[in-house]
């Protein structure tokens, strides 16, 4: 088995950076030693050398054959973290006295909704803050005279996941970075989606982005080089320096994702990991899980003990039973298990028996 558990014998549950997939992390330590044959570390050779592009160009790709993306698309490799493109989304498509949709769901989606407003005007078509975003939003409408709608699709604090797109006469933007590759999608609804790496698809440092080559140009402002898509379009990620070293376990991740079957088989095992882990939170009188049923995400799965006294001691059983990251966001509290694509159901099964474990000790 390829997995960090059978190595380590740790759950590995963080929320992000996120657990990879064995495989991926020996191959990148042989790359770190010995590239492609050069006798040199993918570290230290030039990101233009042909072994490299090599590995820029297999990465694209395997995007593209991944996710079925349409052809007048590009797939990009950024530095900045998701958090640059809460502004380089707005600086790319909006003008001073343009209006953008945004759906307002949660701590990061809040973040893109205030870059945007610096750009130009935000209209906030929903939001479920006053109820600590533990539901999604579903019922509006999204104006046609907007430049574009943004949504996200997973949110990683709160714990919901948008299970449905709505249709949308103006182009779609989605930021997904705790959910890509999850799941099936249907990239040809979308106009631009964005993803920080290190949730579900490598290491942090790289950002991908897939975006219709044709939304772009429309704005009146000047773009800074290099916060202007078209420019890394043009270059193929390659601009400037590329973050060399973390696209190379992305596609090593990617290269796994697609040996087991691709998103497909992703959602298969997503969906059991997830069934088995809230079936023991409605079962278990101790737990309770904190979002809408409908919405609850397949990847950061959010409960709390119904006795908020004996947290600290389920953290304890859960550091015994190396069970790593479960502690809750500050913002929501109790526990938040991720159970993103490199997780072994196994590691749920063994967060499941402590939990039953806990619930003897305790009745
Ligand atoms: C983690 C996360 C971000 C922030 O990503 P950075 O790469 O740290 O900027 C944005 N959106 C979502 C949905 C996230 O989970």
Not at 218 to 231: G, Q
Request: hydrophobic share 40%; with cysteine; aromatic share 8%.
């Amino acid at each position: 088995m390829n997995n960090s558990q059978t190595m380590s014998k740790v759950h590995n549950f963080s929320a992000g950076p996120g657990i990879l997939p064995q495989i991926a992390i020996d191959n990148s330590i042989k790359a770190i030693q010995n590239f492609a044959g050069m006798d040199l570390s993918i570290l230290e050779i030039s990101h233009r050398s042909k072994q490299y592009e090599a590995v820029v160009a297999e990465a694209s790709q395997i995007v593209k054959d991944l996710l079925n993306v349409p052809a007048g698309y590009s797939v990009l490799f950024l530095q900045g973290g998701a958090s640059t493109q809460f502004c380089m989304v707005p600086m790319n498509l909006l003008d001073e006295n343009d209006t953008a949709a945004y759906l307002k769901t949660g701590e990061w989606a809040m973040r893109a909704t205030k870059e945007a407003g610096l750009f130009g005007k935000v209209n906030v078509l929903a939001t479920s803050e006053n109820e600590n975003y533990n539901w999604i939003p579903k019922d509006y409408t999204i104006p046609a005279d907007c430049k574009y709608f943004h949504c996200t699709s997973n949110n990683t604090i709160f714990g919901t996941e948008m299970f449905s797109f709505p249709e949308s006469p103006i182009p779609v933007v989605c930021d997904m970075s705790s959910d890509i590759f999850s799941r099936p999608v249907d990239v040809s609804k979308f106009d631009l989606i964005y993803a920080g790496a290190q949730k579900n698809m490598g290491p942090a440092g790289v950002t991908l982005v897939i975006i219709k080559d044709e939304i772009l140009g429309k704005v009146t402002h000047k773009i800074p080089t290099m916060l202007d898509y078209r420019v890394h379009i043009k270059n193929g990620s390659m601009y400037n320096t590329p973050p060399v070293f973390a696209i190379y376990v992305c596609l090593e991740t990617l290269k796994w994702v697609k040996g087991l079957g691709g998103v497909t088989a992703m959602e298969t095992r997503n969906k059991a990991k997830a069934e088995l882990l809230y079936a023991e939170i409605d079962r278990n009188p101790l737990f309770k899980g904190t979002c809408a049923v409908e919405d609850r995400s397949r990847m950061n799965v959010c409960f709390v003990l119904n006795k908020p006294e004996l947290e600290e001691a389920f953290l304890t059983l859960a550091k015994e039973r190396k069970l790593d990251g479960i502690k809750g966001h500050r913002s929501v509290g109790g526990f938040r298990a991720s159970l993103y694509n490199a997780l072994p159901i196994e590691s749920v099964q063994a967060l499941v028996n402590a939990m039953q474990e806990f619930e003897k000790a305790n009745s």
